[in-house]
């Protein structure tokens, strides 16, 4: 359990004030990386407390820039650099384990969440609203074009989704319903989604990944 930045009470899940003493916390960020600010202010601003948003590297294996909120500790990202920043936080993971990713999404679930529909800090288009991934108990606000906005609390979610092996069971899921339409293309697009989402794994994956498809319909 997160602990208070200033009297060190605990916090509960995706909580940031302490109930303590009244702190605002950077639940995210905060012992997690050792990041540092580029620009205290951006061209782009917060879609709840509307003011700029700072510049702040993560230093993740060289240059690592995302977009951050010094009031409500939210986190915008560039297409494509949350599965980069989770990749690099989270490894070695190779079992899925159900009940742990039960209680993490009972733990986190917040029922008197007034959701709402929030705009791109970029476009100020209205943002969708979509499951980050299988189970994962994590509803992103996205903008196609410009990338991907996180409350504060809900990187740390999909941080701990990722450990229980939530990743693993969303890969599979989509593997499956490709396997049950029997649809080469979807199984492929996956197979190149994850190529990038995991750092351009061998040509050969995809060529392996065919032969287990024709096995499985023609056996």
Same mark, same amino acid.
């Given at each position: 359990?997160?602990?208070?930045? =200033?009297? +060190?009470?605990?916090?509960?899940?995706?909580?940031? @004030?302490?109930?303590?003493?009244?702190? !605002?916390?950077?639940?995210?960020?905060?012992?997690?990386?050792?990041?540092?600010?580029?620009?205290?202010?951006?061209? !782009?601003?917060?879609?709840?407390?509307?003011?700029?948003?700072?510049?702040?590297?993560?230093?993740?294996?060289? +240059?690592?820039?995302?977009? !951050?909120? %010094? *009031?409500?500790?939210?986190?915008?990202?560039?297409?494509?650099?949350?599965?980069?920043? #989770?990749?690099? =936080?989270? =490894?070695?993971?190779?079992?899925?384990?159900?009940? &742990?990713?039960?209680?993490?999404?009972? *733990?986190?679930? &917040?029922?008197?969440?007034?959701?709402?529909?929030?705009?791109?800090? %970029?476009?100020?288009?209205?943002?969708?609203?979509?499951?980050?991934?299988?189970? =994962?108990?994590?509803?992103?606000?996205?903008?196609? +074009?410009?990338?991907?906005?996180? *409350?504060?609390?809900?990187?740390?979610?999909?941080?701990?989704? @990722?450990?229980?092996?939530?990743?693993?069971?969303?890969?599979?899921?989509?593997?499956?319903?490709?396997?049950?339409?029997?649809?080469?293309?979807?199984?492929?697009?996956? @197979? !190149?989604? &994850?190529?990038?989402?995991?750092?351009?794994?061998?040509? +050969?994956? #995809?060529?392996?990944?065919?032969?287990?498809?024709?096995?499985?319909?023609?056996?």
């Amino acid at each position: 359990m997160a602990k208070c930045n =200033s009297c +060190s009470a605990p916090l509960p899940a995706n909580n940031n @004030k302490c109930v303590y003493c009244g702190t !605002r916390n950077d639940v995210d960020l905060h012992s997690k990386y050792d990041y540092s600010i580029i620009h205290k202010e951006s061209d !782009r601003l917060c879609p709840y407390c509307e003011k700029p948003l700072q510049i702040i590297d993560l230093n993740l294996n060289g +240059s690592f820039q995302v977009e !951050r909120c %010094a *009031d409500c500790f939210g986190l915008f990202f560039d297409p494509g650099k949350v599965e980069t920043l #989770l990749e690099n =936080s989270v =490894s070695n993971v190779f079992n899925s384990n159900w009940q &742990q990713l039960d209680m993490i999404n009972n *733990d986190r679930f &917040q029922g008197n969440k007034n959701e709402k529909y929030i705009k791109c800090p %970029a476009c100020h288009a209205f943002m969708g609203r979509v499951n980050f991934g299988y189970r =994962s108990g994590v509803v992103i606000d996205r903008c196609t +074009s410009h990338g991907i906005w996180l *409350d504060n609390g809900e990187l740390t979610h999909l941080m701990e989704w @990722k450990k229980a092996g939530g990743q693993l069971l969303h890969d599979r899921e989509k593997q499956a319903e490709a396997l049950k339409k029997n649809d080469f293309g979807s199984i492929l697009d996956h @197979k !190149r989604t &994850q190529t990038d989402y995991f750092g351009n794994a061998p040509e +050969s994956e #995809l060529i392996d990944t065919v032969a287990s498809v024709i096995a499985k319909i023609f056996n």
